[in-house]
Every structure is written in C-alpha cells, then in structure tokens.
C-alpha cells in the first residue's frame, strides 16, 4: 500500500520564490551544506566553522592568564608588595601599623626597665640592715686589734662588766708574796691566759678572798695595770692588779 500523492500539489521548484515554496529553507541548507572538496573551510561566507575556532582560541588563551595570575598572586612578589605600598591608602596603613609595634615595643621595654630598678631597690632595702647590724655590731671588730677594756675584772659575764668596789683600793701592792681577791662583792674575778681582754682566754673566775701568790710580772696597758699570779685551782695566770690586796 503506497502513499497517493495529492493530486492538486504541484512539483517542487527550486528556483521558486522562497516566500512560494515551502521547501525553500532546507534547500539553502542543504547547499550551504554541500561544498566542494577544494574549497577551504573558511571561504563559507557565514563564517561559522572560523568563528568557533576564533573563540575557542580566545577561551583558551584566557584561561591560561588567569591560571597564570592565580599562580602569580599565590606566590610572595616584591615588585606586587611595591606597587601596594606605593598607594597613598596604603602607605597611610603601612606607617599607622609601624607606629603602633614600635609603642608596644617601647612600652614593654619601659616596663621591663622599671620591674628591674624595683627589684634592685628592694634588694638593697633588704641588704642594708644585715650591713648595718654587721658593720655596727661585728664587721669592724673583726679587724680591729683588741682593746683593753676599763671595766673591772668580774667573773659574772663571759664579758667583763662594770663593777665600782666598795672602797677604793690602795696602791697596787709592789711584786711578790701573796695577795688576797678583794673587792668584789660576789662576782668574783677573772683570771686569764694572757694581759689582754678577751673572752677566749678567760682561765676561770676566782671568788672573793682567793688567796693568790704574785709572780712578780706586771703589765700597764693603758687602762689598768696586770699581775701574774699562780693560783691553786687554775695554774698561772692574769688578773687585774686593782682587785689584789696583800694576804696577812
């Protein structure tokens, strides 16, 4: 069974009107279609193929720049630094944030200068009265030569203490014989190693009315004469020559 053709439809013509064959279209188509093999693909006067390839080009190459510039801006560039800080704006922000590191920098060494006199003065507070107490109490004694001490001879301190008799003596008995402690009262006196005072070379004490034999040295330092006398209880030794009285 075939297809009848409309028996009023006239034959195609191709060189008809457009606007009176409706076919018209696909047959200018199908030329522009249609071309010889010598002709090059950019004779079509429509421009189409040439125009595709211009703007897979132009995609390509723009592509590549910004791949570059993304690749460029990701690195540090000094010539990009330059140029930023070559703006006005810029450079405005670059000297505000210079400012405010150099104050902080200047603040925290001004905060560390006073932290460090702080802890030098009070070190120093505190050091002075260790210096004081040694300069007054011990430190010049130390480097001093012993000084003969005017106070009596008693036996009552490591220290001799002042002690006023109760009736003066007489002249210090001349040399040798025996002699008696006297004068005083109940703290007796000292007897030493030597002529000199000092607690490190006290022998003993000897009690009111020890009974001593003179040796016949004697010694005036200045402040009170000494005697050498033998004792039973301690041996030989030093005693103030004030507080002997001859033994009857």
Do not use: C
């Not at 000094?78 to 000297?95: E, I």
């Not at 005697?227 to 002997?244: C, H, I, K, P, S």
Request: hydrophobic share 35%; glycine share 10%; charged share 20%.
């Amino acid at each position: 069974m075939g297809w009848s053709r409309r028996p009023n439809a006239p034959d195609p013509d191709p060189d008809a009107n457009g606007g009176d064959n409706p076919l018209a279209d696909n047959i200018r188509l199908n030329r522009s279609r249609r071309q010889t093999p010598t002709e090059p693909l950019d004779s079509d006067r429509s421009g189409s193929i040439f125009d595709q390839q211009t703007v897979v080009d132009t995609n390509f190459s723009g592509r590549s720049e910004a791949r570059k510039q993304r690749q460029m801006g990701g690195s540090f560039s000094t010539q990009q630094l330059g140029t930023w800080a070559a703006d006005p704006n810029n450079s405005r922000k670059l000297w505000t944030i210079g400012g405010v590191a150099l104050g902080i920098l200047l603040l925290i060494a001004l905060f560390s200068l006073y932290n460090r006199m702080g802890n030098s003065a009070a070190s120093d507070d505190a050091a002075a009265p260790f210096a004081s107490q040694e300069a007054v109490i011990g430190g010049p004694l130390l480097n001093q030569e012993p000084v003969a001490s005017a106070a009596p001879e008693l036996g009552t301190a490591p220290e001799p203490v002042p002690n006023v008799p109760k009736s003066d003596p007489a002249q210090p008995p001349a040399p040798g014989g025996a002699f008696v402690v006297t004068g005083t009262a109940t703290e007796g006196l000292f007897l030493r190693r030597d002529h000199v005072v000092d607690p490190g070379n006290i022998l003993g004490t000897l009690p009111e009315g020890t009974r001593v034999q003179d040796l016949g040295q004697e010694f005036d330092d200045g402040t009170r004469k000494w005697r050498q006398v033998r004792t039973e209880q301690f041996g030989d030794g030093w005693v103030a020559a004030d507080y002997l009285q001859p033994a009857q």
